[in-house]
């Protein structure tokens, strides 16, 4: 589901929605969407929809710390086989305008990170809108047709929402957060001391919540609308950050801290993952100047096994952690390579461009 991501201030504008229409810029030329993608194509993100079907942005020729020409690539057999999708005529980065996508269905999908706008397309990828919601999407989710978008403000992260299929985005209440989760048409949204939950993502319910001392909620990821976990952080410097996790077995109505995870490592966007209808197993992606690590626990939190990460060809992030089915899930090593597991996060292995 989708942790943070440190955004520069940015000003709310007006409350009504402003849809800028698709710019010719943003409608790439059909061949560009036809071409094979290079062996040499660096993934930023990605977003999986079923074991086969998946998008992953990234870029040829980036370098790190620079922004380079966005582009998305899509595979309909678990990454057998690619092919580049028309993408938006914008950068990828850490200067760049996005740095993480979203697809809801192949139709439906959106570009969204840096930039103050989200690129959506419903039509996968013929067409591209421009949209504003008065600041930077810090983190995005979606589930049985409804896509939910967290949005920086200064006073508070805000919670957006609109149908998958359509540019009809609205606040989803006035409540603000750090973290979002959502499984099918439940959702959770909260801070290191309040939680709102959904089970049908028009009327919420705060439930009382609370990260240990000194943490703050970074991540929400759900096995099911009952089976919630939560990641509670603290980055305490020299790659070292706090990872308490706490669990709930009704939907958030209450809480239990169950674990914490290896202190090693800092924590970067979509770094805790729960495949759906597996609670017991829980995966966290740290980052440290040496290895990176893919901490996994099978009960729930208790106790951890670590995974090292090779890093090769200038990866220097662990992000955009998921899971599609109870056995298949990917990470990124950004601007390097793309990591897969088919048995719920006990090997990984890299996908061929």
Not at 65 to 76: D, E, F, I, N
Not at 123 to 150: E, F, N, R
Not at 219 to 238: K, N, R
Not at 307 to 316: A, C, D, K, L
Request: glycine share 12%; net charge positive; with cysteine.
């Amino acid at each position: 589901m989708k942790s943070a991501i440190r955004w520069a201030s940015a000003l709310l504008g007006a409350c009504a929605l402003l849809i800028a229409p698709a710019a010719a810029s943003a409608q790439p030329a059909s061949a560009t969407a036809a071409a094979s993608v290079p062996a040499s194509f660096q993934p930023a993100a990605e977003s999986f929809i079923t074991p086969s079907w998946g998008a992953v942005l990234g870029g040829v020729g980036c370098q790190p710390g620079h922004s380079c020409r966005a582009r998305l690539a899509v595979t309909a057999d678990g990454g057998a086989h690619w092919r580049f999708l028309a993408a938006p005529d914008v950068s990828l980065g850490s200067q760049g305008q996005v740095n993480a996508v979203l697809f809801a269905s192949s139709r439906d999908g959106w570009l969204y990170g840096y930039g103050p706008s989200l690129y959506a397309t419903h039509d996968g990828g013929a067409h591209w809108s421009t949209i504003s919601l008065g600041g930077p999407i810090w983190s995005m989710a979606t589930g049985a047709g409804t896509a939910y978008a967290m949005v920086y403000h200064s006073s508070g992260n805000q919670l957006w929402r609109s149908p998958a299929a359509a540019n009809a985005w609205a606040r989803a209440g006035a409540m603000t957060g750090s973290a979002l989760g959502v499984y099918g048409r439940a959702a959770w949204f909260g801070s290191s001391t309040r939680l709102w939950a959904t089970t049908n993502g028009v009327r919420w319910q705060r439930y009382p919540f609370a990260c240990p001392a000194g943490t703050g909620l970074g991540a929400i990821a759900a096995a099911s609308g009952s089976h919630v976990a939560f990641l509670c952080e603290f980055a305490g410097g020299m790659y070292k950050t706090v990872k308490d996790v706490l669990v709930s077995v009704n939907g958030g109505r209450s809480q239990h801290p169950t674990g914490q995870a290896p202190l090693a490592g800092d924590l970067y966007g979509q770094s805790f993952a729960v495949p759906p209808g597996l609670a017991s197993v829980i995966t966290i992606a740290a980052v440290t100047p040496g290895p990176d690590y893919l901490y996994r626990s099978a009960n729930t939190g208790k106790t951890w096994v670590s995974i090292t990460v090779p890093r090769t060809g200038g990866g220097i992030l662990l992000t955009s952690l998921s899971y599609v089915s109870r056995s298949v899930g990917a990470v990124v090593v950004q601007l390097s390579q793309l990591l897969r597991t088919t048995d719920a996060g006990l090997s990984w292995h890299a996908v061929k461009f």
